[in-house]
Nanobody
Framework: QVQLVDTGGGLVQAGGSLRLSCAAS????????MGWFRQAPGKEREYVAV????????NYADSVKGRFTISRDNAKNTVYLQMNSLKPEDTAVYYC?????????????????WGQGTQVTVSS
């Protein structure tokens, strides 16, 4: 079992920045590719960014490419999402997720463990 706790959300003006954190406990964190996903009201959950076990491979949704950065610190069992140049359309609940083994994936159904989510609201 892996437990994930998402923090760092909040209210920010358009153009601002936030950094989300996801702290993991339980099984060896470094075994897991990690991802950030988000879900806006009335919309399906979508992938935002994913990272492999050691950070050597990352992938971003086109909507956030160049603005968001995913990273991880395996010594701290934490994955981060740095979000810059935020837009109102980034407003959503953001979830981190862990996938047991293999490489990262952009399909949320391939992830085994989920954080509780943290709300990000971007005002115009």
């Amino acid at each position: 079992q892996v437990q994930l706790v998402d923090t760092g959300g909040g209210l920010v003006q358009a153009g601002g920045s936030l950094r989300l954190s996801c702290a993991a406990s339980g099984r060896t964190f470094s075994n897991y590719p990690m991802g950030w996903f988000r879900q806006a009201p009335g919309k399906e959950r979508e992938y935002v960014a994913v990272i492999n076990w050691n950070g050597s491979s990352r992938n971003y949704a086109d909507s956030v490419k160049g603005r968001f950065t995913i990273s991880r610190d395996n010594a701290k069992n934490t994955v981060y999402l740095q979000m810059n140049s935020l837009k109102p359309e980034d407003t959503a609940v953001y979830y981190c997720a862990a996938k047991y083994g293999g490489s990262w994936a952009i399909d949320s159904r391939e992830y085994d463990y989920w954080g509780q989510g943290t709300q990000v609201t971007v005002s115009s």
